[in-house]
Nanobody, 119 residues
Framework: HALLVEGGGGLVQIVDSLRLFCTAS????????MCWVLRAPGKDLEFVAR????????FYAYAVEGRFTISRDRDKNTVYLQMNSLQPEDTAVYYC????????????WGQGIQVTVAS
């Protein structure tokens, strides 16, 4: 069974908002650092945002800072990515990933969710 399941993606118009979610199937993920990365068409994986495992520390890629917010609900074992003011260049498959050791090596990955922003 899938350990990380993403949802919330879809097709939106420019400057619309979306909230992605990533739900873990096992309680241990509530203590792991989590991140969101994306893969735009024809490009490599790009870091989007990270949230620490034990502290409410967050980090963002420059391109999304101020527009995207990563958060987590430990009771629901879910990490969110609130995306505002979406632009066509945000179109990508978004993946959530977990860092179980704390070395910024992500060893668990979701299946990915498509986000398409129409201009």
């Amino acid at each position: 069974h899938a350990l990380l399941v993403e949802g919330g993606g879809g097709l939106v118009q420019i400057v619309d908002s979306l909230r992605l979610f990533c739900t873990a199937s096992e309680p241990r993920f509530a203590t792991y650092a989590m991140c969101w990365v994306l893969r735009a068409p024809g490009k490599d994986l790009e870091f989007v945002a990270r949230i620490s495992g034990s502290e409410p520390k967050t980090f963002y890629a420059y391109a999304v800072e101020g527009r995207f917010t990563i958060s987590r609900d430990r009771d629901k074992n879910t990490v969110y990515l609130q995306m505002n003011s979406l632009q066509p260049e945000d179109t990508a498959v978004y993946y959530c990933a977990a860092d179980s050791i704390g070395t910024r090596v992500y060893d668990y990955w979701g299946q990915g969710i498509q986000v398409t922003v129409a201009s």
